[in-house]
């Protein structure tokens, strides 16, 4: 048996590049919804954080569900 190291090396780099992305997305959608709590504290509206944080858990998801169906498939 032969090991291919330089496409296990590429595998690894991008799984590494696309796990720190979603964890990325991830956190920025956790910081808008901190900012909505804070500008309702606040009196105010952050009708964007919020919108931007659900387009972060959407990407998050998405990128989830193009992985499963690349294992699946």
């Not at 595998?11 to 590494?16: D, E, K, N």
């Not at 590049?17 to 900012?35: D, E, P």
């Not at 804070?38 to 989830?64: D, H, I, K, P």
């Amino acid at each position: 048996m032969k090991i291919d190291w330089a496409a296990l090396g590429s595998v690894f780099g991008v799984s590494l590049v696309v796990t720190v992305g979603v964890v990325a997305l991830f956190t920025l959608g956790i910081m808008g919804l901190s900012r909505q709590e804070r500008a309702a504290e606040q009196g105010g509206s952050a009708a964007l954080a919020v919108t931007g944080a659900y387009a972060c858990f959407a990407a998050c998801a998405a990128a989830v569900a193009y992985g499963i169906s690349l294992i699946v498939a």
